[in-house]
T-cell receptor, first 112, second 118 residues
Framework: KQEVTQIPAALSVPEGENLVLNCSFTDSAIYNLQWFRQDPGKGLTSLLL?????REQTSGRLNASLDKSSGRSTLYIAASQPGDSATYLC???????????FGQGTILTVHP | GAVVSQHPSWVICKSGTSVKIECRSLDFQATTMFWYRQFPKQSLMLMAT?????????EQGVEKDKFLINHASLTLSTLTVTSAHPEDSSFYICSARDLAGGPAGELFFGEGSRLTVL
């Protein structure tokens, strides 16, 4: 059974700082890994999707990497902004119907 | 990206009543949709996989008679919470994958539906 863990649980940084969010998973047989953002009381916004054959994906100030051998993924946020404050969730896509197993999330607060 | 719409976004009901939540893929077709539940300050837990034209597949511990799922078309899945009780109060989120993207395609999520049972 896939288990996904995110570290840290919460992170508070000043505006402009570069930061890294970590995600680890127990089963390396994943189809893909997806990073999401969730604002309070809202649904999920997909940020980046990394297929199992890929090692990283980039979108604007975001870069996500995937290392299946070590069971790890990282989300790098460059030049953080207050608007980046949210909960960030990573999820591993399994081989059964493509279901996602979510981590507990990292609550990010970026201070002006 | 693709759009998944949920309705209602929030609902308050009395204990013992049933509540239906709709999940629609607006600009793509989805043979499979997923229903998640999220308690306050917790992550998402998969409840069931909704399959178009067939029975839903429920995760262990989820009562299929309590949470009825219907996926009658390629763009609509519904979740009905039957005889709701206060412990069913939660944030319910659906997701769908574009049929054209295959099993490894990106999952798109609805905005969620907050259910409060009095």
């Amino acid at each position: 059974k896939q288990e996904v863990t995110q570290i840290p649980a919460a992170l508070s940084v000043p505006e402009g700082e570069n930061l890294v969010l970590n995600c680890s998973f127990t089963d390396s047989a994943i189809y893909n890994l997806q990073w999401f953002r969730q604002d309070p009381g809202k649904g999920l916004t997909s940020l980046l999707l990394i297929q199992s054959s890929q090692r990283e994906q980039t979108s604007g100030r975001l870069n996500a990497s995937l290392d299946k051998s070590s069971g790890r993924s990282t989300l790098y946020i460059a030049a953080s902004q207050p608007g980046d404050s949210a909960t960030y969730l990573c999820a591993g896509g399994g081989t059964s119907y493509g279901k996602l197993t979510f981590g507990q999330g990292t609550i990010l607060t970026v201070h002006p | 990206g693709a759009v998944v719409s949920q309705h209602p976004s929030w609902v308050i009901c009395k204990s013992g009543t049933s509540v239906k939540i709709e999940c629609r893929s607006l600009d793509f077709q989805a043979t499979t949709m997923f229903w998640y539940r999220q308690f306050p300050k917790q992550s998402l837990m998969l409840m069931a996989t909704s399959n178009e034209g067939s029975k839903a597949t429920y995760e262990q511990g989820v009562e299929k008679d309590k949470f009825l799922i219907n996926h009658a078309s390629l763009t609509l899945s519904t979740l009905t919470v039957t005889s709701a009780h206060p412990e069913d109060s939660s944030f319910y989120i659906c997701s769908a994958r574009d049929l054209a993207g295959g099993p490894a395609g990106e999952l798109f999520f609805g905005e969620g539906s907050r259910l409060t049972v009095l």
